[in-house]
């Protein structure tokens, strides 16, 4: 005779909660310097590196921003999983990655570029685009990927 052992789960309910208002130009973010001086409300002259999300919806208006990393003075700790979760959970269409140089200085390291070609590769395959990837740096110093030609989208296969 054998006796079955009943096994349970658990049964979860994904939501994104509301921490504060973040107040910003109305309208379209289709600038980086837009996008940038959001990101600069949200941040605030953080004084380590801060990695952020700006998730907008179909006509790139802002739907929500989000903190994915706070790190140390040059560096802060990204993994695609995170940084698309929080863009699923906002229904984006599209996302804005952008971080800070606590430096001031805006060049992006070889670091900044593995990480922008690897989210973008991650968001292509779920179907969000990656509109552009921001350092911000002092005196509203800003570099832009796109604006660079920096800002590669994966090829076709």
Do not use: C, W
Not at 23 to 32: D, L, M, Q, V
């Amino acid at each position: 005779m054998t006796t079955e052992t009943m096994l349970s789960t658990y049964a979860y309910r994904l939501k994104l909660v509301r921490e504060r208002e973040v107040p910003y130009h109305t309208g379209s973010t289709n600038t980086p310097e837009i996008a940038a001086q959001i990101i600069r409300n949200h941040i605030d002259h953080a004084d380590r590196e801060m990695f952020t999300v700006l998730a907008l919806d179909a006509r790139n208006n802002v739907i929500g921003i989000s903190t994915i990393s706070i790190g140390n003075l040059d560096s802060a700790i990204v993994h695609p999983r995170e940084v698309l979760k929080f863009a699923i959970l906002a229904n984006a269409a599209s996302i804005i990655l952008a971080h800070n140089h606590p430096s001031g200085e805006v060049s992006p390291s070889s670091e900044d570029y593995t990480l922008t070609s690897r989210l973008i590769q991650a968001a292509d395959i779920i179907g969000i685009d990656v509109l552009d990837h921001l350092i911000l740096g002092g005196e509203q110093a800003l570099y832009s990927f796109k604006r660079s030609g920096n800002l590669r989208k994966p090829s076709a296969s």
